[in-house]
T-cell receptor, first 113, second 113 residues
Framework: DSGVTQTPKHLITATGQRVTLRCSPR?????VYWYQQSLDQGLQFLIH???????AKGNILERFSAQQFPDLHSELNLSSLELGDSALYFC????????????FGQGTRLTVV | GENVEQHPSTLSVQEGDSAVIKCTYS??????FPWYKQELGKRPQLIID?????GEKKDQRIAVTLNKTAKHFSLHITETQPEDSAVYFC????????????FGAGTRLFVKA
């Protein structure tokens, strides 16, 4: 157990819908990262938050947005869902967001039908 | 933009042999290079990392080397065992434009008993 909690574990929804994925970082970690992993693909960096502020952005679609709340949990919002958005979405956290190990959650598997 | 290339995409070795995975990064400002192992259906987990002020690091059967001039780093696994079979991801962190971790596409390692 990495200490990073993601909910829900599985999500099935229809095209055009909107979903929210939630991540609770390890206790004491200020940084949260979101990644997308499509079937048999690598980890695509989406976005990084540090202590409530956006720090870095990767190839995140405009239909996707994220935020980190004062209690440091984070949510990834995916809207106008398309079949191609089906993937495993990982959240990771680290202490400060610098050159250090990031701990991954178990992921949320999103299936768009 | 930032990019990390990883080779090979698939690697099959006999138990007891060595395995080498190579990565090249594009952002010369990157200063932290972790390696993650992802077993089937599980979350990525850090196995070893190296910082830009170090050329080599070893942990039992695993070693990583870094050539900053060539922007190249490699993972070496000696005396491979069947339980080493997994997908391995290299990553480069730090860099310009905010702290982000960019992952390579992954190497699927098969260790044959």
């Amino acid at each position: 157990d990495s200490g990073v909690t993601q909910t829900p574990k599985h999500l099935i929804t229809a095209t055009g819908q909107r979903v929210t994925l939630r991540c609770s970082p390890r206790s004491g970690d200020l940084s949260v990262y979101w990644y997308q992993q499509s079937l048999d693909q690598g980890l695509q960096f989406l976005i990084h938050y540090y202590n409530g502020e956006e720090r870095a952005k990767g190839n995140i679609l405009e239909r996707f947005s994220a935020q980190q709340f004062p209690d440091l949990h984070s949510e990834l919002n995916l809207s106008s869902l398309e079949l191609g958005d089906s993937a495993l979405y990982f959240c990771a956290s680290s202490v400060s967001g610098g050159a250090e190990e990031a701990f991954f959650g178990q992921g949320t598997r999103l299936t768009v039908v | 933009g930032e990019n990390v290339e990883q080779h090979p995409s698939t690697l099959s070795v006999q138990e007891g042999d060595s395995a080498v995975i190579k990565c090249t990064y594009s952002d010369s400002a990157s200063n932290y290079f972790p390696w993650y192992k992802q077993e089937l259906g599980k979350r990525p987990q850090l196995i070893i990392d190296i910082r830009s002020n170090v050329g080599e690091k070893k942990d039992q059967r695993i070693a990583v080397t870094l050539n900053k001039t060539a922007k190249h780093f490699s993972l070496h696994i000696t005396e491979t065992q069947p339980e080493d079979s997994a997908v391995y991801f290299c990553a480069a962190s730090g860099g310009t434009g905010g702290f982000k971790t960019i992952f390579g596409a992954g190497t699927r390692l098969f260790v044959k008993a």
